[in-house]
């Protein structure tokens, strides 16, 4: 059962992102402010959940919350700043983007760079107790995964529709094949040799 909020006085966001572990694409972040009653019997870490669910949940999560909000930071930036800082970056701006300026931030995770004139607090696996991040996660989930698929009709060689970005063994096959292409993140290192994948 996830909790409805840390703060009973305060309004609350959520947050959360989503392809931080990826070899390609943007990290995304996204900031939910949920109605202190908010409930639905489906709603968990977008991990613990099949594409489906996060599917129904998300136009739910859009039309109920109080505010919402999902930003990007680009594989160029991540390779400028490195993914933590591009984490951060793609959290502070889906705050930006919230119509409705939240009191209290509850992070997913155990690091956090401050926003201003808005303290927070950082909760390890808080997309799995804490109803907001829990949303935030799902948001973050499904716009990055929809992003990855536009992404794949341009790039279809590595398999962006079923893999998202991720280092699966058909990933790595293609890029030992093909090469990296202009989404991959190249600080990651990730160009495998061939013959290290046979």
Not at 73 to 93: G, P, R, Y
Not at 140 to 154: G, I, N, P, S, V
Not at 156 to 179: E, F, L, M, S
Request: include cysteine; aromatic fraction near 10%; charged fraction near 20%.
């Amino acid at each position: 059962m996830l909790a409805p909020f840390l703060h009973n006085n305060l309004l609350e966001a959520g947050l959360d992102e989503a392809g931080r572990g990826c070899y390609a694409g943007p990290v995304f972040a996204a900031a939910v402010m949920l109605p202190k009653d908010f409930h639905h019997p489906l709603l968990n870490d977008s991990k613990q959940l099949n594409e489906k669910q996060r599917e129904l949940l998300r136009p739910v999560i859009e039309k109920e919350s109080i505010a919402f909000a999902v930003a990007l930071v680009d594989n160029n930036t991540i390779d400028n700043i490195n993914i933590l800082q591009a984490s951060f970056m793609a959290m502070h701006l889906s705050i930006n983007k919230l119509k409705t300026i939240p009191e209290f931030l509850l992070i997913d995770g155990n690091r956090f760079k401050a926003y201003p004139k808005i303290p927070h607090q950082c909760i390890i696996k808080g997309d799995g107790k804490y109803a907001s991040i829990a949303a935030a996660s799902i948001l973050a989930k499904t716009y990055r995964d929809e992003y990855m698929q536009k992404l794949h009709h341009d790039f279809p060689q590595y398999g962006w529709d079923k893999n998202k970005g991720y280092g699966t063994a058909v990933h790595r096959r293609a890029i030992a094949q093909y090469g990296l292409c202009i989404h991959h993140r190249k600080s990651f290192n990730i160009q495998p040799s061939a013959t290290s994948l046979i």
